[in-house]
């Protein structure tokens, strides 16, 4: 069984910086991409990163470009988004996802966390 473990979520101030961290089991993370999305009150699922199994490519969505930097440790089966410079409209609940393909779509994701949320204070 597929288990994805948010953590790192909590309260930040606008400038800040948090670290999400997502432990996977279940699968052979070596050979999955993984991803990133979030989630705001009323709003769709929005793509954050990913990053491919290797960690030879990344992608990033525009709203978050030079500011987040995702990251995984192949070792630990656990994958890394490093946020900086937060914005009060980061505040979401995000998730980590896993697939064996590499893309920016909440349907190229099969298997999802349930959430860390992420709240930033002006």
């Known amino acids: 069984q597929v288990q994805l473990v948010e953590s790192g979520g909590g309260l930040a101030q606008a400038g800040g910086s948090l670290r999400l961290s997502c432990a996977a089991s279940g699968l052979t993370f070596s050979r999955n991409s993984m991803g990133w999305f979030r989630q705001a009150p009323g709003k769709e699922r929005e793509f954050v990163a990913a990053?491919?199994?290797?960690?030879?490519?990344?992608l990033y969505g525009d709203s978050v470009k030079g500011r987040f930097t995702i990251s995984r440790d192949n070792a630990k089966n656990t994958e890394y988004l490093q946020m900086n410079s937060l914005k009060p409209e980061d505040t979401a609940i995000y998730y980590c996802?896993?697939?064996?393909?590499?893309?920016?779509?909440?349907?190229?994701?099969?298997?999802w966390g349930q959430g860390t949320q992420v709240t930033v204070s002006s």
């Open positions: 990053i491919s199994p290797g960690a030879s490519r990344t």
């Open positions: 996802a896993a697939d064996e393909g590499l893309g920016d779509a909440v349907r190229d994701y099969l298997y």
